[in-house]
């Protein structure tokens, strides 16, 4: 199955409605490596976790329609909940604010796999105010631009942005209605990191991945201490490309990235084969993850290929137990030290909760499904939380 066939039916037919209530240590990265890579393999089941967690219904976010993203400023008690038509809402001691930190629906197309996808609070959020927020803008005939926008909380009210925003970045997708990545994040190196997808269709079919002149199918890194942004001095330059935006290509779809200390990790969505898991130093610059030579640890559309000088997934599995990795976040709160330093991460179809530690060793946790899950999310101290197609945000406790 391709990448959120199962999400775009899912989300379609979930309500657009106003906010309101219806009821850091890792292993080292992978080097580039060399390989004969032959298709048809299948993956291990991986072993039971030894120790067990539950999830659990966050109070006055439930029924909030299509949930995609959850943040919170380092400290900061408040949920803030994106949905996919456009808004963000606020939760604040179990109860849903009446109005929106930021309503843009009216700008946001949601054909497709697109909508308001991620958001992202500034480092220095406490003295400056700003918030950047990556959406799929609604243009007529097209199937929208990939656009990021700063904005401003309002001096006077706390729980509510100003708008208009300014306009950070601006990536053209108008091939297709799908692979639109993403997730826009900071990095430890106070640059903004944004992810995008291939450009949709199948097959890399309008070869962006491999194009390193083309900002899809892609990590990009931007410098966004002013703006407009400035690339970055020590970013990467492909060969056959300028400098430029770019900081990794050879992404399929990497709807959800996190940053651990200095590590990266990408949850890459496969098409209909193998979906992997990516971990690379935040160093490492100008890394090539293969597709489409290559799907997770297998040639592409080939028996045998040459994957010199691509670096290949820490962890992949096979569309026997899942059909779309939905990536989340190394565990860094309080509430579970069981948890401490696995990464969480979930498939769209199957809903097991795994995790990844050591670099390498993969657990799931014997009693815990989520569903059909759209995103994870992570509050300012650290809890993670999942989001669901069925309009829930459930929290990660113990047992």
Excluded at 378 to 393: C, H, K, M, P, S
Aim: include cysteine; charge should be negative; glycine fraction near 12%.
């Amino acid at each position: 199955m391709r990448l959120w066939q199962a999400f775009s039916v899912g989300v379609a037919l979930l309500s657009a409605a106003a906010c309101s209530k219806n009821d850091y240590m890792s292993s080292p990265p992978p080097a580039p490596m060399a390989a004969t890579c032959v298709a048809g393999s299948t993956t291990p089941l991986p072993n039971p976790q030894s120790t067990d967690f539950q999830l659990q219904e966050v109070t006055g976010a439930t029924g909030l329609p299509s949930p995609m993203d959850l943040q919170a400023p380092p400290g900061d008690a408040r949920l803030f909940i994106a949905e996919r038509a456009g808004r963000i809402c606020i939760v604040q001691n179990g109860a849903l604010l009446g109005t929106a930190f930021l309503d843009i629906s009216t700008r946001v197309y949601t054909g497709g796999e697109a909508g308001l996808i991620s958001f992202a609070f500034d480092p220095i959020y406490s003295t400056n105010g700003f918030v950047f927020v990556h959406f799929i803008e609604n243009i007529p005939n097209t199937t929208g631009d990939i656009v990021v926008e700063r904005y401003r909380v309002s001096a006077s009210n706390p729980n509510v942005l100003e708008t208009p925003g300014i306009e950070v970045i601006r990536i053209p997708h108008k091939e297709a209605n799908n692979h639109y990545g993403g997730r826009v994040a900071f990095g430890p190196d106070g640059m903004l990191y944004l992810s995008t997808g291939d450009g949709g269709g199948g097959n890399n079919q309008f070869g962006h991945a491999q194009d390193a002149n083309s900002r899809l199918g892609k990590i990009l890194r931007i410098d966004v201490s002013t703006l407009p942004y400035t690339i970055p001095a020590n970013n990467p330059v492909f060969p056959g490309a300028a400098k430029n935006e770019n900081w990794a290509i050879g992404l399929r779809n990497p709807f959800r990235y996190a940053f651990d200390g200095n590590q990266l990790y990408i949850a890459d969505v496969g098409q209909g084969a193998r979906e992997e898991i990516d971990v690379a130093s935040t160093s490492a610059a100008g890394l090539n993850y293969g597709w489409s030579i290559m799907e997770g640890t297998q040639c592409f559309q080939a028996a045998s290929c040459n994957a010199t000088g691509l670096t290949l997934p820490v962890y992949d599995y096979d569309h026997g137990q899942g059909c779309a990795i939905i990536g989340g976040y190394v565990y860094r709160g309080a509430a579970i030290p069981a948890l401490q330093g696995r990464y969480l991460f979930s498939d769209l179809c199957t809903g097991f909760v795994r995790t990844l530690s050591g670099g390498t060793t993969v657990t799931e946790a014997p009693t815990v499904n989520v569903g059909t899950p759209f995103s994870f999310g992570q509050d300012g101290f650290g809890e993670v939380y999942v989001l669901t197609a069925e309009n829930r945000v459930l929290k990660f406790v113990n047992p």
